[in-house]
């Protein structure tokens, strides 16, 4: 409807922000410079906060664009997890099979500070995103 009736080449109003209609102002520039600056220096813990609407997902998103090749991923969408969930989920985003006894807490920690010794022995750098 609306693509025809206003000469769009592609549908409005999608439910997943896409990082191409990202308005970068000052304040957006900066937040990108520093996770870029926290993922690229080995920062630590990182934190954005922001009030609904403000452009996270889509700033996050345009981060994910431009992260270093070096750079490995655990994206957790759904912060509503239990610990054992929580855990289970990042496992599976580094693609890291857990422990024989995957649930207790103790036995995925332990899978993923391997996982991350040996990442990091490789050079890689990861990162957990929620």
């Known amino acids: 409807m609306y693509t025809k009736f ?3 080449t592609e549908k409005p109003f999608t439910i997943t922000p896409d990082p ?3 308005f970068i102002s000052e304040q957006h520039s900066e937040a990108l410079a520093h996770l870029v600056y926290g993922i690229s220096e080995s920062g630590g813990f990182i934190q954005l906060t922001g009030e609904v609407g403000t452009g996270k997902t889509t700033l996050v998103r345009t981060l994910l664009g431009r992260l ?3 750079v ?3 994206l957790i969408l759904n912060p509503q997890l239990t610990a054992l969930e929580f855990l289970i989920a990042i496992c599976e985003e580094l693609s890291t099979p857990p422990a ?3 649930n ?3 036995s995925l920690v332990d ?3 391997r996982h991350l010794l040996a990442a990091h022995a490789r050079g890689r750098r990861t990162i957990l995103l929620v």
């Open 6 to 8: 206003f000469g769009l």
């Open 100 to 102: 024989e006894n995957s």
């Open 72 to 74: 490995d991923v655990a």
């Open 20 to 22: 191409r209609y990202l």
């Open 104 to 106: 207790s807490v103790k």
């Open 68 to 70: 270093p090749e070096e």
């Open 111 to 113: 899978t993923l500070n």
